[in-house]
């Protein structure tokens, strides 16, 4: 997505709150006494849902690689470090007409072992999914903090957007974004300043 986004930071948060979510998924896991899973209904399920997403033959074809390019490009001129609403609204418009393209994706590789374009495949319909939830939670946070940096709104306001989002997959499969508020433990945020 954007590449130049990222701060210093991210690959440490990365292996922190990765770790943090796997243990919570685990306990999670562990305490559902109520729940069943059947392995391989599941699977025939998986295998058929996936047989008839990208194994099909489509009318109208599409290749992974063109998609996964014009997404770049729409989170690159939309939603980089500069936003505006409107810059927004045109990535958001494009995210949706691409999600609407990989239902037409197929892919060569028919086989069940080590598909790496299934893979690709499945990695871009989740890619789709998170930048459309980057752009939907940039179009909410009308401020500038951090590397999100609106050109409309070129304040922080902590009043109203000093909190961490937190994105939903709804039933339509469009992001709902929500909010928990951030606790301040040592350090209040304050105004960055470069080159003083």
């Known amino acids: 997505m954007c590449?130049?986004?990222w701060g210093p930071n991210s690959l440490t948060e990365l292996?922190?709150?990765g770790v943090r979510a796997g243990i919570a998924a685990a306990e999670f896991a562990s305490n559902q006494?109520?729940?069943t899973f059947d392995m391989a209904y599941e699977s025939v399920t998986e295998e058929s849902h996936l047989k008839n997403r990208f194994f099909k033959e489509k009318k109208d074809q599409e290749r992974i690689a063109d998609i996964r390019n014009e997404m770049h490009k729409a989170m690159e001129q939309g939603c980089?470090?500069?936003r505006t609403e409107n810059s927004l609204l045109a990535s958001q418009k494009i995210l949706t007409g691409l999600k609407e393209r990989m239902s037409n994706v197929t892919i060569d590789d028919k086989s069940r072992t080590f598909n790496t374009e299934l893979v690709?495949?499945?990695e871009l319909s989740n890619?789709?999914?998170l930048a459309e939830s980057i752009v939907q939670s940039a179009l909410n946070r009308k401020e500038s903090r951090g590397s999100h940096q609106?050109?409309?709104y070129e304040k922080r306001d902590d009043e109203n957007y000093l909190n961490h989002s937190l994105a939903y997959k709804e039933e339509n499969n469009k992001p709902r974004i929500e909010y928990l508020p951030v606790t301040?433990?040592?350090w209040p945020p304050g105004e960055r300043v470069y080159g003083k």
Do not use: C, E, H, N
């Open 120 to 122: 690709a495949a499945l």
């Open 3 to 5: 590449k130049y986004q």
């Open 150 to 152: 609106r050109i409309d």
């Open 80 to 82: 980089g470090i500069y």
């Open 184 to 186: 301040i433990t040592k």
């Open 127 to 129: 890619m789709l999914d």
């Open 33 to 35: 006494s109520d729940y």
């Open 15 to 17: 292996l922190v709150f």
